[in-house]
Nanobody, 126 residues
Framework: QVQLEESGGGLVQAGGSLRLSCTAS????????LGWFRQAPGKEREFVAT????????YYTDSVKGRFTIFRDNAKSTVFLQMNSLSPEDTAVYYC???????????????????WGQGTQVTVSS
């Protein structure tokens, strides 16, 4: 079983940056894919970004392309989400998720991921 622990959330002004971290522990094969989702108040949890275990493949939702970067440090079993040019629309609880290998649109589906972190709050003020 994989355990995930997020950190790095907080309050930032519009245009600012934050870096989220998610450290994974547990059985390696279940950590093939690590991703980030977010859930704003009153909205469904949505896909943000994901990366394969070796970091060679990444996917982003359109609204964060060019602003967010997902990358991982496998030696530390940690995946990061660097968020730049933040806007109030990015305000949400951000969740780290681990799942099996995927490709294409399947990587953006919640059902691909079997383990979730507790979430970390990101608030962007205008």
């Amino acid at each position: 079983q994989v355990q995930l622990e997020e950190s790095g959330g907080g309050l930032v002004q519009a245009g600012g940056s934050l870096r989220l971290s998610c450290t994974a522990s547990g059985r390696a094969p279940s950590r093939d894919t690590l991703g980030w989702f977010r859930q704003a108040p009153g909205k469904e949890r949505e896909f943000v970004a994901t990366t394969s275990w070796y970091g060679s493949v990444t996917y982003y939702t359109d609204s964060v392309k060019g602003r967010f970067t997902i990358f991982r440090d496998n030696a530390k079993s940690t995946v990061f989400l660097q968020m730049n040019s933040l806007s109030p629309e990015d305000t949400a609880v951000y969740y780290c998720a681990a799942g099996s290998r995927c490709s294409g649109s399947r990587c953006s589906l919640r059902g691909t991921y079997t383990t979730w972190g507790q979430g970390t709050q990101v608030t962007v003020s205008s």
